[in-house]
């Protein structure tokens, strides 16, 4: 897991290409027009969700792991709370590798950060997240989740 911000200074170090192209993404695009929708990067292999949610109590949302693609979740506006912790062995959870997707009823040692727009974390295969999390009362926020298919790294 990597959490960071576009407004953050910028590295010494270099992203991997397919990252690269994912935050060019962000950086070229005019996020807060753009539609609801999927945006293809680089096919299947990188694509963008634009996305609308509503943020919930923690307890009301379900965390989340994926089998073949790492999330970058990236808010455009409003606040959100993502929860996210390593992912333990043999948790009892709920599978749907079609939609590339398990669900865990528990979650052992959660942490929470907090994401204002701008911010953006990454969440790989072995990271569990719970994203859509209300700091506070609940509100809309927008969002991109892109997506990177692991096996391109």
């Known amino acids: 897991m990597i959490y960071s911000s576009l407004k953050a200074q910028s590295a010494q170090c270099k992203w991997p290409e397919p990252f690269q192209k994912a935050f060019d993404f962000l950086k070229n695009s005019d996020l807060e027009h753009m539609e609801v929708g999927r945006y293809e990067i680089d096919g299947d292999d990188i694509y963008a969700m634009i996305q609308k949610q509503?943020?919930?109590?923690?307890?009301?949302?379900?965390?989340?792991?994926?089998?073949?693609?790492?999330?970058?979740?990236?808010?455009?506006?409003?606040?959100?709370m993502q929860g996210v912790a390593p992912l333990p062995e043999g948790k009892e959870r709920e599978e749907h590798p079609e939609r590339d997707v398990m669900y865990y009823s528990e979650v052992a040692g959660e942490n929470f950060i907090q994401l204002k727009p701008g911010d953006f974390a990454v969440y790989f295969t072995n990271d569990i997240h719970r994203p859509n999390c209300a700091p506070g009362e609940s509100m809309e926020i927008k969002k991109v989740v892109l997506k990177i298919r692991e096996a391109i790294l």
Do not use: F, M, V, W
Not at 64 to 69: A, I, L, Q, V
């Open 54 to 80: 509503t943020t919930a109590a923690p307890e009301n949302k379900k965390a989340e792991s994926h089998y073949k693609y790492i999330d970058i979740q990236y808010l455009i506006r409003g606040e959100e």
